[in-house]
């Protein structure tokens, strides 16, 4: 008989070569979770093989199902449907309801180990002489909704996702089947933006506003998607350096007096489609 070894509960407990690691667990009363009874419909009972993984049966076609669906890793299995030939050490991944909740939001969004390669457009913007300072909030309403609404729309029609917003600043992520295409539809966003705040300030300089001035960077790289609420499942955030590059990069912009500021591996990405107003190497990592 083999013996299965748990974390976080520092148990070993036996497993005979006809049960599943639900039912060793159970048997030992170790509580892991299983909300749909051991069906391989909820994916509750996921554990992380830590060790022995050659000695795991293969997945099930149920099993092969739902991690396809929410993009497990090899060595993450539903203990309901794994049985063993040797020692296995495990780590439970679901401790209490908090984990069912992240599980109801994975379900939906259809994201479990989503880990993806986008583009990644960050936008910041500033009134000259201190706008939010100097303007009534009817005004800073009406200049940022209206700037707002625009940018949305030109970052949804080049099929990007408006992911975060911060007081003046938005990040918003571009993920096609070719990530040369996202990042190709990223910096049209990013030049379409640009285009357009200039139509707005012309307005607003009509109207007695101060113009805007805004800062873009576009970067790519690999980011995990993360589920934020399973009552809201278009609402995700990216996770990963990428995130924090294209910050570093879009504050770059800045001392450069940069409209579009983009990384050398945004415009490797463009290739010969690229038209470089300045070039040069600046140290953000």
Not at 242 to 260: F, K
Request: charged share 20%; hydrophobic share 40%.
């Amino acid at each position: 008989m083999a013996n299965l070894f748990s974390y976080p509960d520092g148990k070993s407990v036996p497993i005979g070569s006809s049960q599943t690691m639900l039912d060793s667990l159970l048997a030992a009363d170790i509580p892991h979770i299983h909300a749909c009874g051991g069906n391989a419909y909820c994916s509750t009972c996921r554990v992380m093989i830590l060790d022995g993984i050659k000695n795991c049966s293969s997945p099930t076609p149920a099993e092969k199902s739902l991690a396809d669906k929410l993009q497990f890793p090899v060595h993450v299995r539903l203990a309901c449907q794994t049985r063993v030939t040797g020692d296995v050490q495990i780590r439970r991944m679901l401790i209490d309801n908090d984990d069912l909740d992240l599980v109801d939001d994975q379900l939906l969004t259809g994201t479990g180990n989503t880990e993806v390669k986008i583009a990644v457009l960050m936008a910041s913007t500033r009134g000259a002489n201190n706008f939010d300072e100097v303007n009534f909030p009817v005004d800073i309403i009406y200049v940022m909704g209206k700037y707002f609404h625009r940018t949305r729309r030109l970052v949804e029609t080049q099929g990007g996702k408006i992911n975060n917003y911060m007081a003046n600043w938005w990040m918003a992520t571009f993920d096609t089947n070719t990530i040369d295409r996202a990042v190709e539809r990223a910096v049209y966003a990013g030049l379409e933006i640009l285009r357009s705040v200039e139509e707005l300030n012309h307005l607003f300089k009509q109207l007695n506003y101060n113009p805007l001035q805004v800062r873009l960077a576009v970067h790519v790289g690999s980011a995990v998607i993360v589920p934020v609420d399973h009552k809201r499942p278009e609402l995700v955030t990216p996770v990963g350096d990428v995130i924090t590059q294209v910050g570093r990069l879009e504050n770059a912009g800045r001392s450069l007096n940069a409209g579009l500021l983009v990384s050398a591996p945004v415009k490797q990405a463009l290739g010969d489609r690229a038209v470089v107003g300045r070039s040069g190497v600046i140290e953000i990592w």
